[in-house]
């Protein structure tokens, strides 16, 4: 069974940081890929970062490169999302998901369409 459970959400001022975690459960870290996702009121949902565990892959949308950091912790199956100089628009829903390998999500692993299982979202709410 394939659970992933978010956290690390919270209430910041503008310019600070968070660190968001997502823990898996039900396959190992290195053969899946995890995705960050966020989605704020009325806006669709985007694609933020991704890391493929097997090679140690990682990809950033444009709109958060050089802020914001995901990596891995083998030992307790978990992800991070690293949040630096955050910024009122980053408020949103973040949601972690994952899914296997595919030739879909190694091409695409910003889309949400590429993933299979989600977590239940963390809010991250930044003000000015």
């Known amino acids: 069974q394939v659970q992933l459970v978010e956290s690390g959400g919270g209430s910041v001022q503008a310019g600070g940081s968070l660190r968001l975690s997502c823990a898996f459960f039900?396959?190992?870290?290195?053969?899946?890929?995890i995705g960050w996702f966020r989605q704020a009121p009325g806006k669709e949902r985007e694609g933020v970062a991704a890391?493929?565990?097997?090679?140690?892959?990682?990809y950033y949308d444009d709109s958060v490169k050089g802020r914001f950091t995901i990596s891995q912790d083998n030992a307790k199956n978990t992800v991070y999302l690293q949040m630096e100089s955050l910024r009122p628009e980053d408020s949103a829903m973040y949601y972690c998901?994952?899914?296997?390998?595919?030739?879909?999500?190694?091409?695409?692993?910003?889309?949400?369409?590429?993933?299979?299982?989600w977590g239940q979202g963390t809010q991250v709410t930044v003000s000015s």
């Open positions: 998901a994952s899914n296997w390998w595919a030739p879909s999500t190694r091409d695409r692993p910003l889309s949400g369409m590429s993933y299979r299982y």
């Open positions: 039900g396959y190992s870290v290195g053969n899946i890929y």
């Open positions: 890391i493929y565990t097997g090679g140690i892959s990682t």
